[in-house]
């Protein structure tokens, strides 16, 4: 992983908008077109209807005209890592390819590396829809 998508998940988690649960997460996306896509979680008084930090990264990647995710790294203040939640695997690997690194970082730099499969094995997959 490089400097520059490490720096942006920590820069990205100080965009968290927290309140409720006052658990920043960040994350970076590299996508195919090479450019970097931020995001932070985002709650809301409905808590538990915010949305997560890859959520916001993968929203900006698509409204940026990247559709694939090359690399992603993510990062909590308050765990040593932070593997992404059920729905997030599910949104990062509509994105995903064999070869997306999924980086789980702390403030130091990367703590595990992973594939979509690793992170969401026997995925739901379908050609039935679509
Ligand atoms: N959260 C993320 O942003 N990403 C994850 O991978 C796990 C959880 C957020 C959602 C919520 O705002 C807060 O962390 C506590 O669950």
Do not use: H
């Not at 969401?120 to 050609?127: C, D, G, I, K, R």
Request: charged share 25%.
């Amino acid at each position: 992983m490089t400097d520059e998508l490490f720096k942006a998940a920590k820069d990205a988690m100080a965009f968290a908008y927290a309140p409720y649960s006052k658990f920043p997460v960040g994350a970076a996306i590299r996508g195919e077109d090479g450019k970097v896509y931020k995001g932070a979680n985002i709650e809301n008084l409905a808590f538990p209807q915010g949305w997560c930090a890859e959520c916001t990264a993968i929203g900006q990647m698509i409204m940026g005209g990247a559709k694939k995710i090359v690399e992603i790294a993510v990062i909590a203040e308050k765990l040593p890592l932070c593997p992404p939640c059920g729905g997030c695997r599910q949104k990062i690997a509509e994105f995903a390819t064999r070869d997306t690194c999924i980086y789980l970082c702390d403030e130091v730099g990367v703590q595990k590396t992973l594939t979509i499969d690793e992170l969401l094995p026997f995925a739901f997959e379908t050609e039935v829809i679509g």
